[in-house]
């Protein structure tokens, strides 16, 4: 049986049987990886806590043909603040459940996956609602359809701009103002990520403006995926 060596990031696990798992893992080389983790229910398994959801693993799996199965695992980062700070975990879920949806099962996908490990990072150091909010619009960018914020939408007229509606996938002005309303403020912290300004973003603390960009880039993340996010509204912390 052919194998394979990756890193990866367990974004979900289901119970299989009366001893398994099968853990989602969104790895670096191999995109989204679903694998069997063998025994890991039963009590004093050493493999199960490192395949909970959020980790970050090295693995060795056996290549199977629609499941794979976990050979060898090993603990990276656990992210241990996140996991002990219900205002960060919910974020945290919301990104992983995002990430399962978009990612395609065995197709190379370095970039989602760095995106992913950087903001959970960033999350595990410290809170900040711009952290969820801009995860959203980057993952909007990878999917394509990152959001237009330098102009009008609609008739590319420089504002301002005072509203962001998901169906045009940007700004617009005043005259073709129509979806959600949106402050000065949120419009400027678009146009930081849009110029390169995630860093200095996330610095932001936390403030209703940091808040409204995150609700704003949820809204704008599940229209694009056509569904509600599960994790964003199961009352972990967030509410719309
Ligand atoms: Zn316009």
């Avoid at 989204?32 to 970050?56: M, T, Y």
Wanted: proline share 4%; glycine share 10%.
């Amino acid at each position: 049986m052919a194998h394979f060596d990756d890193e990866g990031i367990a974004l979900r696990a289901i119970r299989l049987g009366e001893t398994d798992r099968i853990v989602t893992f969104l790895t670096k080389e191999n995109g989204k990886v679903r694998a069997v983790a063998k025994g890991v229910r039963r009590p004093k398994n050493r493999i199960g806590s490192r395949v909970e959801p959020l980790s970050h693993v090295s693995m060795m799996c056996w290549r199977g043909r629609e499941l794979d199965t976990i050979n060898q695992v090993e603990l990276l980062e656990s992210f241990r603040a996140i996991r002990s700070d219900l205002d960060r975990m919910s974020p945290a879920l919301t990104m992983l459940e995002m990430v399962d949806q978009v990612a395609l099962e065995r197709s190379e996908s370095p970039e989602l996956f760095a995106m992913l490990l950087g903001a959970l990072r960033a999350l595990d150091n410290r809170y900040s609602p711009t952290i969820l909010g801009a995860f959203c619009f980057k993952l909007l960018g990878l999917e394509g359809v990152g959001p237009i914020a330098d102009r009008c939408a609609a008739c590319e007229s420089e504002g301002p701009l005072v509203a962001f509606d998901s169906a045009i996938g940007g700004l617009l002005c005043q005259s073709c103002r129509r979806g959600l309303a949106v402050s000065p403020e949120v419009v400027s912290y678009l146009q930081i990520l849009g110029t390169g300004g995630l860093a200095r973003l996330l610095e932001e603390p936390a403030s209703p403006t940091a808040t409204a960009f995150e609700h704003l880039g949820l809204a704008a993340m599940e229209y694009h995926l056509g569904r509600r996010l599960r994790s964003a509204h199961s009352g972990l912390g967030l509410s719309h």
